[in-house]
């Protein structure tokens, strides 16, 4: 999966207009991205690469491909962290605004060969978009693949306002569902965030996010963050960000600084960086453990 991946991000890179062929219009963008994590004694160290790409094709008719590659590796451990994701999404939005799609996700961890744990995750949503507002709820499965004796049933709902000019804000609630037969295991996501475009060069952006997983561990990550769009610089948009971001688990302190570089595609100006706490919000993935994986990590 991993040179597929590659080949996606690869050609999201390419900083271009809107594409218009026969009515259609691609957008999305790439964020490369450099993040220090110190936990007192610890440090950890994460590059990746995360990509994401909408066609409309003008008829009702969408198809979005999200991807991402990470490393992880802390001082002193000879072992690194990979993760791999993959998202596929078609939808069909309707005069009236109403919209339904179909979705699949693919999370792989690999912790060293040859120890890999994927989940695999299906479903569908249902929404509305219209006026500047965007609700959409959906409802999934996810299975391991480990053997454990639970089965995992995803739902969620989220929602944005961008009615006000450069200001973007959004919730999301994302719940799954640990059952084996007895009484159920819940892993609960809340998250809030928001956007605010100041003019042509700059964005600020902030959010939080509160995990619950089984009322064993609670995960509360709150981040903020500035970027600055390169384009007189360049010739062409890339935002470069930072974040200044802490993560509560358990009785440990996580401190986080995330440097990013975000090209756009389809879109001139300041854009909110695919690494972000507010981004895992905005754009919350289809799970709540992955929601709170990808906010805090």
Do not use: C, W
């Amino acid at each position: 999966m991993k040179s597929g991946i590659l080949v996606a991000l690869a050609l999201s890179a390419v900083p271009v207009a809107p594409v218009a062929l026969e009515a259609q219009t691609i957008t999305g963008g790439l964020t490369l991205s450099f993040t220090r994590q110190d936990s007192g004694p610890a440090e950890i160290d994460s590059r990746g690469l995360d990509g994401r790409m909408e066609t409309d094709f003008g008829n009702g008719f969408s198809f979005g491909l999200e991807v991402g590659a990470s490393r992880m590796s802390q001082d002193g451990v000879a072992m690194d962290i990979d993760a791999e994701f993959i998202a596929l999404e078609a939808g069909y939005k309707f005069s009236n605004g109403a919209k339904a799609g179909l979705f699949a996700d693919r999370l792989t961890f690999s912790f060293g060969a040859p120890i890999d744990v994927t989940l695999k995750t299906n479903g569908l949503s249902l929404g509305y978009e219209a006026n500047g507002f965007d609700v959409e709820a959906f409802v999934a499965n996810t299975s391991l693949s480990i053997p454990l004796p639970f089965d995992i049933d995803n739902v969620g709902i989220t929602a944005r306002y961008s009615g006000v000019a450069g200001l973007e804000v959004g919730a999301a609630y994302l719940r799954a569902e640990l059952s084996a037969g007895g009484p159920a295991e819940d892993i609960d996501f809340k998250g809030l965030a928001a956007t605010y475009v100041m003019n042509d060069s700059y964005i600020l952006f902030g959010g939080f996010a509160k995990t619950d997983l089984a009322g064993l561990v609670d995960i509360d990550t709150a981040g903020i963050g500035i970027g600055y769009d390169l384009g007189a610089m360049t010739g062409f948009s890339a935002t470069l960000s930072l974040e200044a971001a802490q993560t509560d688990l358990a009785t440990t302190d996580i401190d986080t600084l995330r440097l990013g570089l975000t090209l756009p595609m389809g879109k001139k100006g300041p854009m909110l960086p695919m690494n972000s706490v507010a981004d895992s919000v905005l754009n919350a993935r289809h799970g709540a453990f992955n929601a709170a994986l990808t906010s805090a990590f």
